[in-house]
């Protein structure tokens, strides 16, 4: 093997370390199907995912809300906390709500967090203005571990639920793993940069 060939592997198995470190380490609180969840959790954190140009929920948001929802349904959770991004003229908890209530929800069973901006804004928000110390994240199987090293690293014990339900473009799947790696990167540093900022507040 060259030697700039040597050099892209090595930056290639680098860029995806923590995409796999995540995986591995989350592997066993992740979980396909609700009806392999036993114990019941109040609260389902649902991540935003964007919106379609009517204000509607994109395909993998719905995802998430309709496999939220069945989780009410079944009694697994008592309520949902919507966590999406807030904006003029771009709204997805509103979305969220409304695509929750149409499937059967109802108002007193929906937490509304229009603040999360992020993933890290969602399980800092739900740890620090909703209290939680135990959530089940809703969301596809590309980003629960990401999700979940998130959640463990602010304080919130969390159990992951695959909202894979619609058959999605390979492009896109594609797509987002790469965003992954990306983003996985990002959440270490963030992380970091918190741990730093603790540590100055205590000296």
């Known amino acids: 093997m060259k ?5 892209i592997l090595t930056f290639l198995l680098l860029f995806i370390l923590p995409l796999f470190y995540f995986k591995w380490s989350f592997r066993n609180q992740i979980f396909q199907s609700s009806s392999d969840i036993k114990d019941k959790t109040e609260v389902a954190l649902v991540l935003g995912a964007g919106l379609k140009k ?17 989780l009410l349904k ?6 949902l906390l919507l966590s999406g991004k807030k904006i003029p003229y771009y709204d997805e908890v509103k979305a969220m709500k409304s695509y929750a209530l149409r499937l059967g929800a ?8 229009e603040y999360g901006f992020r993933t890290i804004d969602s399980c800092q928000n739900a740890k620090e203005i909703f209290k939680l110390d135990r959530v089940i994240v809703i969301s596809q199987s590309f980003h629960l ?3 979940l090293y998130l959640c463990d690293k602010l304080g919130i014990k969390a159990l992951g639920l695959s909202a894979d339900i619609s ?8 797509k987002w793993n790469i965003r992954e790696a990306f983003a996985s990167w990002k959440a270490l540093w963030d992380i970091l940069v918190l741990q730093n900022k ?3 507040s205590i000296s």
């Open 3 to 7: 030697r700039f060939e040597r050099k």
């Open 54 to 70: 009517a204000n509607e929920p994109s395909l993998v948001l719905a995802d998430r809300v309709v496999t939220a929802v069945n």
């Open 74 to 79: 079944e009694g697994k959770v008592q309520k």
């Open 106 to 113: 109802s108002p007193d069973q929906l937490l509304l967090d």
């Open 145 to 147: 571990p990401r999700s």
């Open 167 to 174: 058959p999605y473009p390979f492009y896109g799947k594609l």
């Open 198 to 200: 603790e540590i100055d």
